[in-house]
C-alpha cells in the first residue's frame, strides 16, 4: 500500500462513527464586539486601525489630489528605485501627473534582476479590499503585481478607492472568492512588517517593509 | 542519560535559575496583558468563539480523510505535487529527492514546527546543504546553536545582552544590545539570502480543503520573503492542519492570534494556492507540499485522544503553564514543549522514554482554561498516566500499597486511626528530614483539621 492510502485508510478506522454533516456557520457580527455598526463610518474606522499598527493613512477627494500627495511622499526617492503595478488607476494617474510619471513604470518579474529588485526603495500596488475592523489590506498576485512588489522594497504604498473597504473579514474573503481560479497568492496584510522576538519588545521593518502607506480616494 | 534524568536534572538546574526565571517570567507577563486586552476587545464572548472553533475543527476531524483529498485534488490541479509522509523517515527521504532535482545548495527557512519535528536542519547538513532560518527567534537559536525554546517565541529565554554578544561573535555585528539595532542587524544579513537560496521551506498554519490552499501566519514577512524569492517552495505541513473553506479563517486567523501573541490580526496571512500562474508575474516555478503523517493518524484512531488534533499550536498552553515557567522550554527536550508536548511526545514518541511529560504536571488545569480550540488538554494528560501505568510493570510493593492506602480511605475509623498515627511519625523524624536550601519542610500544626472543624461545629 502507498503512504497516501496507508494514512487516509487510517483515519477512515475510527471508533465512533461522524457526528455533523454540516459545518457550523457564522456571521463576524455575531462573532466580534469590535464589528463596526450600521452608523459608523468604516474610513474612519479603517484609518484609526492602521493608525494604531504604525501605519500611514492619507484620505484624498480626487485623483488629482492623490497625484500632488504621491508627489510629496515620492520626492525623497529616485525615480528608478521606485516601481508600481498595473492597474488602470494608476494609469490613469500617470496621464494626469506627468512629474510622476517616472516614479510609476510598472513592473514585470521577468524584466528586472533579482539583485536589481532587491534595491528598489517603494512598491506602489493596488489591493482587492481594505477590512476596517482590523486595518487590513487584502491583495493577492493579480492586483498587486505578484509577490514581491508588496514586501521586498523597505516602503510599501497601497492605493485604493472608498469603496473598496469591508467592515470585517468575512466579507472580504467573499471578495476573494469571487475571482476563485486567476491568483496563486494572496495575503492579508496588517500594518508594517514587525517582530517582538527580542525581549517581546516591538520593532518595525524585521524583513519586510518598515513602511505602510495607504492612499485612499473617496468615491 | 534516559530522558526522564536529563530532565530532572535540567529542571533542578533551571527552576533555581532566577535570573532565567526572571526573563521568562517578563516575556509571559508581557504576553498575558497583551492577550487579556485583545479578547475582550474583539471578541464579543471568548468561550463561544472558542467553542465554535472546536465544533469547526470536530467537524474537520469527522471528515478528516475526504477533506484531505479535496485539498489535493485542488491544489494539484495548480501544477502542485503533494506527497505523504508516514513519518519523519519518509519525509525527509522526499525532501532529499527534491532537493537533488533541483541541485539545491542553499536553503531558506520560516519558522515551523513540523521541520522541528522532521530534523530537518541536521537532515540539511548531513547532505551537505545550507540552511539558513529567517524568522529572528529562529535565528537567534540557530546561531546560539540551540533548539527552540517555545513553539512560538523560540528565543524567548535570551536577553538582549545575550543576542548582541551572539551576533557580534557569529555575524561580526557591531556591539549593542538595542532591540531595534539588533533586528536591523539580522534584517541586513539576510536580505541577500532570500534572493539567492534555492529553495524556500516552510510549514503552515492551515490546510484550507474546499479553495486547496495552504495558508501561513507571521510578523516579520520572513514567510512571504521565502515563498516568493526562491525558484522552489517546498511547504511540510501535518495533516490534521485542516479547515473546510477560506471564510473559516475569518474566526481562526484572529483567534490563533489573539492567543498566540495577543494581536488582533497576525502582520501577515498568507493564503497559497500554488506556484506562478501563467499571466503571473513572478513566485517559484514549482511547488511541493509535504503532507506528514508521524504518528497524528495512530493517535486519531483512539477516540480519547482525537480532540488534541484540534491543536492550532498558539503556544497558549506553554504560556499558562505553571511547570513551563518553571522548568523552561528546553527541558522537555522536544520540538513541542509544554502541555500540548507532554500530552502528545508520549504518544508519538513512546511511553517508555517519555511518559514522565504526563507527570510533569500540576494538573491545575490552567492549560485547557486558556486553549483556543477547547482541548481538554489536562484529562489527556491524565489519559497518558493511565497509559504509563498500564504499560509499566509497577513493583509488588507498589501495587500492595495502593490497595492499602485505599483500604485506609474507605474507613473513618481506620483513616482517623492511621492519619493520627502519621502524624506522630512525621513529628518523630522531622528532624531528620534534609532542610535544603529550597524547600522548607513545615512543621506538623497541633491541631488536626479534623479536631479544628469538630470544635468548631461545637462552638456554633
Ligand atoms: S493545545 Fe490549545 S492552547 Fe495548547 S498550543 Fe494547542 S491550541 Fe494552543
Known amino acids: ?219 | 542519560m534516559s530522558e526522564l534524568s536529563q530532565f530532572l536534572k535540567q529542571s533542578r538546574l533551571l527552576s533555581r535559575d532566577e535570573n532565567h526565571r526572571l526573563k521568562i517570567l517578563k516575556a509571559i507577563s508581557t504576553y498575558d496583558e497583551k492577550v487579556d486586552e485583545i479578547k475582550t476587545g474583539q471578541f464579543k464572548d471568548w468561550q463561544q468563539a472558542r467553542l465554535t472553533a472546536a465544533e469547526i475543527k470536530e467537524y474537520v476531524l469527522d471528515h478528516l480523510p475526504s477533506l484531505l483529498e479535496e485539498f489535493e485534488e485542488k491544489i494539484s490541479s495548480r501544477g502542485v505535487e503533494v506527497l505523504w509522509a508516514r513519518d519523519k523517515e519518509e519525509a525527509q527521504k522526499y525532501f532529499v529527492e527534491i532537493a537533488t532535482r533541483h541541485q539545491a545548495k542553499k536553503v531558506v527557512k520560516s519558522k515551523s514546527m513540523t521541520t522541528e519535528e522532521i530534523e530537518f536542519n541536521e537532515l540539511c547538513h548531513d547532505n551537505g546543504i545550507e540552511v539558513i532560518e529567517s524568522d529572528l527567534g529562529e535565528l537567534i537559536v540557530q546561531l546560539a546553536d540551540e533548539k527552540p525554546y517555545h513553539i512560538v517565541t523560540p528565543a524567548m529565554h535570551k536577553s538582549k545582552a545575550e543576542i548582541g554578544k551572539l551576533f557580534q561573535e557569529r555575524l561580526g555585528a557591531p556591539e549593542t544590545d538595542n532591540a531595534e539595532q539588533l533586528t536591523m542587524i539580522a534584517r541586513e544579513h539576510l536580505r541577500k539570502t532570500y534572493i539567492t537560496s534555492d529553495i524556500g521551506v516552510t510549514g503552515a498554519n492551515f490546510i484550507v480543503a474546499r479553495e486547496g490552499a495552504l495558508v501561513l501566519t507571521e510578523n516579520e514577512g520572513n514567510g512571504r520573503l521565502t515563498m516568493s524569492c526562491p525558484p522552489i517552495h517546498v511547504a511540510i505541513v501535518g495533516i490534521e492542519k485542516v479547515l473546510p473553506c477560506l471564510s473559516d479563517l475569518s474566526l481562526f486567523l484572529p483567534l490563533l492570534a489573539t492567543s498566540g501573541t495577543g494581536q488582533q490580526l497576525t502582520g501577515y496571512n498568507s493564503i497559497i494556492r500554488g506556484p506562478r500562474q501563467n499571466g503571473e508575474s513572478d513566485g517559484p516555478e514549482k511547488m511541493y507540499v509535504i503532507l506528514l503523517d508521524n504518528g497524528r493518524s495512530k493517535l486519531f484512531k483512539k477516540d480519547r485522544f482525537r480532540s488534541i488534533l484540534r491543536c492550532i499550536r498558539c503556544g497558549a498552553c506553554l504560556n499558562a503553564c505553571p511547570v513551563y515557567r518553571t522548568v523552561g522550554g528546553h527541558t522537555y527536550h522536544t520540538p513541542y514543549q509544554g502541555p500540548i508536548g507532554s500530552v502528545i511526545t508520549p504518544q508519538f514518541r513512546g511511553m517508555e522514554n517519555w511518559s514522565h511529560l504526563a507527570f510533569a504536571s500540576s494538573l491545575c488545569a490552567a492549560c485547557s482554561s486558556v486553549c483556543p480550540v477547547n482541548i481538554n488538554i489536562h484529562e489527556l494528560l491524565l489519559e497518558n498516566r493511565w497509559e504509563a501505568h498500564q504499560k509499566s510493570r509497577t513493583g509488588i510493593a507498589w501495587n500492595i500499597g495502593l490497595k492499602f492506602w485505599a483500604w485506609t480511605m474507605s474507613g473513618r475509623l481506620r483513616l482517623n486511626i492511621l492519619s493520627r498515627m502519621g502524624r506522630y511519625t512525621y513529628r518523630l523524624l522531622l528532624p531528620f528530614l534534609s532542610h535544603s536550601k529550597r524547600k522548607r519542610i513545615p512543621d506538623i500544626p497541633s491541631k488536626s483539621f479534623k479536631d479544628m472543624w469538630k470544635k468548631y461545629e461545637q462552638q456554633k
Not at chain 1, 486595518?135 to 473598496?164: D, F, M, N, Y
Open chain 1, 1 to 219: 500500500m502507498n503512504s497516501k492510502n496507508e494514512i487516509l485508510s487510517r483515519l477512515r478506522q475510527r471508533g465512533s462513527p461522524a457526528r455533523e454533516d454540516n459545518a457550523p456557520q457564522w456571521e463576524d457580527k455575531d462573532l466580534f464586539a469590535d464589528f463596526p455598526g450600521p452608523s459608523d463610518n468604516l474610513i474612519d474606522i479603517f484609518s484609526h486601525q492602521l493608525n494604531k499598527l504604525s501605519g500611514d493613512f492619507h484620505l484624498v477627494n480626487n485623483k488629482e489630489e492623490m497625484v500632488k500627495t504621491l508627489k510629496s511622499l515620492l520626492e525623497d526617492s529616485e525615480p528608478e528605485q521606485c516601481k508600481a503595478h498595473k492597474s488602470p488607476l494608476i494609469d490613469e494617474l500617470k496621464m494626469l501627473g506627468p512629474e510622476i510619471r517616472d516614479y510609476l513604470t510598472f513592473i514585470d518579474g521577468d524584466e528586472i534582476s533579482s539583485e536589481e529588485f532587491e534595491r528598489l526603495e517603494v512598491g506602489i500596488t493596488g489591493a482587492d479590499c481594505l477590512i476596517a475592523r482590523t486595518g487590513s489590506i487584502l491583495l493577492h498576485t493579480v492586483s498587486a503585481g505578484g509577490r514581491r512588489l508588496s514586501v521586498l522594497p523597505p516602503t510599501h504604498i497601497v492605493i485604493a478607492e472608498e469603496k473598496q473597504i469591508v467592515p470585517s473579514l468575512d466579507e472580504a474573503f467573499n471578495t476573494l472568492d469571487h475571482d476563485q481560479d486567476i491568483w496563486s497568492y494572496a495575503t492579508i496584510i496588517t500594518g508594517p512588517s514587525r517582530t517582538s522576538d527580542i525581549e517581546k519588545q516591538l520593532v518595525l521593518g524585521a524583513h519586510g517593509p518598515k513602511k505602510l502607506i495607504v492612499l485612499i480616494i473617496k468615491s
